[in-house]
Structures are given as structure tokens and as C-alpha cells.
């Protein structure tokens, strides 16, 4: 992820991007020549000539480095999730408050463009169903897929339902020799009474990102890679029969919304550069980014401890 932000900052219009920090030396330097910027030595030098910064470090670091960056009265973005816990989080949050400076957590799909659309056009949803799928990368291994690939839509969805989670129930599968969960499923039970059912995996050999939500009057459809969002309104079914055929049809009206597609990352990035700019913390994480991590602590917790059993 480190290297999809420097692409991004590298190419920005009125950013000056002051250079990278790496703990590898080796990679600090190959990523600053390719990009023609900067490897700075230690963090205390990144700090000393940096205003923000872009965080993308393994989990286990977060809590740490980004307690040096606001105490030093740094403007963090920092890729999710916030922390390790939800204790660790509000001290993060306290202390940007305290500091006066800007935090923004890295939920990507928040900028995606149907994503975006999605709170305008759904107002009662009874099923929700995410799939958030595909092949193994190796890219992240400090942490789970409930943490790496669940995270995303464990956000949206409580963010759009906009109702409490009353209750939930998660299992899930590791591949052999892996320390965390590969594969996950849980189920969200609302207090308004939906029931959104989350799947996700790094072990699908197709990259699946959708999203649908059944409502008393529509269905809608999202998909996140191409950012296309659907609505199904007005839905008809009939089934005809005859001495040798069943024929079943189905009729309704589909929208397609029109989507201003960009690249969410640069959409993020460029967010918050804006709030340094305009030292705007009014949009700054807060309690519904606590929750997020929470909900996804005790998911990955209760399929763990089924691996020990």
C-alpha cells in the first residue's frame, strides 16, 4: 500500500512531496529513484521536514508511530485499520483532538464513487450481502482477512444501515500453515431489522468485489472495482405452464446511475491534503471509526477462538 500513496502524492498538483521513510533502507531507496523523491535516513528527519503524512506500515506499528506523528503536531493518513484495538484508537483520536491536527483513516471505498451514491438511494434495507473475494497476494501478513479485506464493508455497511448491531455470528478458515483467518463470514443482526451477510476471502481464484441490498421496494447492485451501481425497481415474476413446459419470466425496471469514476486512493489522498490545507479537523476519525474496529476485533476474535477449540 505504501507504494500505491507514493504514486499517488507523486503525481498531485500542489503537493510538495518531501519523500518516503521506509525501516528497509534498500526499499526506501529503489521507491524514491523510481519515483524521483527523497529517502530520508531516520523518521526524526522525516519529521523535521515534513507537515503530513501518509501511513503505511504493518498494523502492530501503528498505534506507536502515529502517537510520534500527532505528538510531534504531525497531519496523519493512516491505512486501516486504525489500531489493534479499540483502546489504542481513542487514545489516537484524543490525542489528534488535543494536538489540533488532522487524522484521516484510510477506508478507500469511502471515495469510491458508487459508494458515494449508495446512502442517496438506500433508505430501509432488509438483506445485505458483500462479497469481498480473491487470490492470495501476500501482501498483507501481520493480519486476517476479517482485518485486511472484511474491514471495508463492515464500515459502509453500519455506516449506511445507520442502526445499532444487536447481534452477530462469524466463522471462518485458514489455509495450511497460515497464522490468521484466510476465509470469513459473518452475519449482522440490526435493530431495525437488517440482516446483513458479510463474505470475504484472499484464497477465491477470481477477484470479486459486490455488494447487494434487498429493500421492501428495490434491489440494488454495486460493484465496487467497476463502480457501477444498479437499481431494480418494479419487479414482476410469472411462471406459465403448458402439457410439456414450466417457463418462468421476470420483468423490472432497471436503473443505472450515472458515476463520476475516479481513483478512490487519489480521492482519499486528495481529501485529506485538503483538510491540512484548510486545517480542517471538523472531518477528522471519530467514534464511528472506533465502532468499525470493534465490531471487526470481535468478529476475528470469535472465528479464532473456534480455532483452538
Known amino acids: 500500500m505504501g507504494q500505491y500513496h507514493v504514486n499517488v502524492l507523486s503525481q498531485l498538483p500542489g503537493v ?13 531507496s529503489a521507491v ?14 522525516a519529521i523535521n521536514n515534513c507537515e503530513a503524512f501518509s501511513v503505511a506500515v ?11 506523528l500527532i505528538n510531534a503536531g504531525k497531519h496523519v493518513l493512516i491505512e486501516k485499520p486504525i489500531a489493534e484495538t479499540a483502546e489504542q484508537a481513542s487514545e489516537i483520536l484524543s490525542l489528534a483532538k488535543k494536538n489540533k491536527t488532522v487524522l484521516h483513516i484510510g477506508h478507500v471505498e469511502r471515495f469510491n464513487g458508487a459508494v458515494q451514491e449508495l446512502s442517496k438511494v438506500t433508505a430501509n434495507p432488509l438483506i445485505w450481502e458483500s462479497r469481498r473475494m480473491g487470490p492470495h ?5 501481520d493480519v486476517g482477512v476479517v482485518m485486511d479485506l472484511m474491514i471495508h464493508d463492515i464500515d459502509i455497511c453500519i455506516r449506511v444501515v445507520n442502526s445499532p448491531v444487536i447481534d452477530f455470528s462469524a466463522c471462518g478458515t485458514r489455509i495450511p500453515g497460515s497464522k490468521y483467518e484466510d476465509a470469513a463470514c459473518a452475519v449482522l443482526r440490526f435493530q431495525s431489522g437488517c440482516i446483513a451477510s458479510l ?7 477470481e477477484k470479486i468485489r459486490t ?27 410469472a411462471i406459465t405452464t403448458s402439457t410439456d413446459t414450466i417457463r418462468y419470466t421476470q420483468e423490472a425496471l432497471i436503473e443505472r446511475l450515472f458515476i463520476h469514476k475516479e481513483n478512490p486512493l487519489q480521492s482519499e489522498i486528495q481529501f485529506f491534503l485538503n483538510s491540512v490545507k484548510k486545517n480542517d479537523i471538523s472531518q477528522n476519525a471519530g467514534s464511528a471509526d472506533i465502532d468499525t474496529l470493534r465490531l471487526a ?11 483452538s477449540e
Do not use: M, W
Open 137 to 141: 497476494t501476500g501482501r498483507i501478513r
Open 58 to 68: 504493518p498494523t502492530t506499528g501503528h498505534f506507536s508511530l502515529c502517537r510520534d
Open 199 to 205: 463474505s470475504a476471502s484472499r484464497v477465491t481464484q
Open 211 to 237: 455488494l447487494s441490498i434487498s429493500q421492501p421496494d428495490s434491489y440494488i447492485f454495486l460493484d465496487f472495482t467497476t463502480q457501477d451501481l444498479r437499481i431494480h425497481r418494479q419487479a414482476n415474476s
Open 297 to 307: 476485533t470481535r468478529i476475528t476474535e470469535t472465528i479464532r477462538a473456534a480455532f
Open 16 to 28: 510538495s512531496f518531501c519523500g518516503i521513510f521506509d525501516v528497509s533502507s534498500e526499499k526506501a
Open 32 to 45: 524514491a529513484a523510481k519515483y524521483h523523491t527523497h529517502a530520508f535516513k531516520s523518521l526524526n528527519e
